[in-house]
């Protein structure tokens, strides 16, 4: 491959600026680099994937950190490149730069990460939201890692062509000819929301570890999706197509609707939550019948058991504002979601810590220590932070 491949080039190049590439992918990144016989091309595509590039911590002062040390050479290179690259950043350019001449001196710019990340090891619980990526796997089960910040197309499938806007993936072709049309599947391990849209209009956003399988074009009577963990559905309705959503053991056909699902394997209930329209709730061995939902209304479902409850809306969409909103909420289901957001294990270190309840909000986007200071000053409890883990304990007066 080769560094004109500039989208998977700027894929390695961003995982790696934000410590998520593994070690064969940051070989694989180097040797795109070092294969490359275009200095100018491949200092131009530098320049324009770290303009792209910002570190999870949004901290700029990581990117001048890693290149302070080749300052004095990158300029030299900056001059030779003025005229072609006047609009772009200085630091970008002396980013850009300095790769080409750390790489050339046959050094691993690699082994700057550990002072970088120093800070977290120093304070186990600066532990940022999970950051595995987006991942779009194709029909034929190709696999691409989507960059949030991408701006066009990714694929063509038959008709319908794939394309990206920042984070929303859109298909847009005709309907499929076909009785088996092929499925892609979305898996959003983000630590932020990721949004589809689909063929027929109707679009779908992405909690973190939550996925969705879908046709790249609707065909038949009926649009059929299946989703695990947690997706909010804005639905284009078709009374001749109805859109039926498969999850567990559950389906939950549109008349038309907004509505929430949270299906996560580690949840005891699934809660479907209609905001706007009209949906119907039934579980997936039952063909027809099913909970007709008004706005404002959740079904409840338990093992074998479905019921309809008023819904506090706030609190169910609150994560498509990157907030946690609880009401009189146990600790113990709390921290469930904690765990999810930041990859963490939750040990209890006294059982009753589990039934403490709590009511406010926290942002979703902060580190953990923020999350986890809230708790502390809002009642009585303390925790303690051993790598992924997080211990749970009464406070001790």
């Known amino acids: 491959m080769s560094v004109n491949d500039d989208y998977y080039f700027r894929q390695l190049l961003d995982k790696y600026a934000n410590n998520q590439a593994s070690p064969e992918e940051v070989e694989e990144l180097f040797a795109l680099i ?15 994937a770290l303009e792209e590039t ?23 290179r900056e001059q030779d490149e003025e005229k072609a690259i006047k609009h772009i950043g200085w630091r970008r350019i002396a980013a850009a730069a300095s790769i ?31 950051q595995k990526g987006v991942l779009l796997t194709l029909s034929k089960g190709q696999q691409i890692t989507l960059n ?33 049309p092929e499925l892609n599947t979305l898996t959003n391990n983000s630590g932020t929301k990721f949004s589809v849209t689909l063929a027929d209009g109707s679009q779908a956003t992405l909690d973190v570890a939550s996925s969705l399988t879908y046709p790249v074009a609707f065909s038949g009577n ?15 309705h078709e009374a ?15 008349i038309g609707t907004e509505f929430n699902i949270n299906a996560y394997d580690n949840e005891p209930k699934i809660k479907t939550t209609l905001i706007s329209g009209a949906i119907s709730v039934r579980f997936s061995k039952a063909k027809t019948g099913g909970l007709l939902l008004k706005p404002g209304e959740q079904v ?66 902060e580190k953990l220590a923020t999350v986890l200071n809230y708790f502390r000053k809002a009642g009585d409890v303390d925790f303690l932070v051993e790598g992924k883990t997080v211990k749970v304990f009464k406070k001790k007066k």
Not at 104 to 124: C, E, L, M, R, V
Not at 156 to 173: K, P
């Open 34 to 48: 070092k294969n490359s016989g275009n200095d100018k091309e491949l200092l131009r595509l530098l320049i324009d």
């Open 54 to 76: 910002v570190p999870v911590s949004g901290d700029e002062r990581l990117w001048d950190r890693q290149f302070d040390r080749f300052l004095d050479e990158a300029k030299r």
């Open 100 to 130: 080409l001449l750390f790489l050339s001196a046959g050094a691993y710019f690699w082994q700057h990460k550990p002072a970088i990340q120093q800070t977290a090891q120093n304070d186990p619980e600066q532990i940022a939201p999970v």
């Open 148 to 180: 949030q910040k991408h701006n066009g197309q990714i694929a063509n499938m038959g008709h319908t062509r794939i394309s990206q806007m920042d984070s929303v993936l859109r298909y847009q072709g005709n309907r499929s000819g076909s009785e088996k």
């Open 222 to 236: 009926d649009r059929r999706v299946s989703m695990t963990g947690q997706v909010y559905f804005k639905v284009k």
């Open 240 to 254: 001749k197509q109805h859109f039926l959503v498969y999850y567990k053991n559950e389906v939950t056909e549109d």
């Open 300 to 365: 409840i479902a338990s093992g074998d058991e479905m019921k309809v409850a008023p819904a506090n809306i706030e609190e169910t969409t609150a994560w498509l504002q990157e907030q946690m909103v609880f009401h009189h909420e146990t600790l113990e289901n709390i921290l469930r979601n904690v765990a999810r957001i930041y990859n963490v294990t939750i040990i209890w270190q006294d059982p009753e810590t589990k039934k403490l309840t709590f009511g406010g909000s926290v942002t979703r986007s």
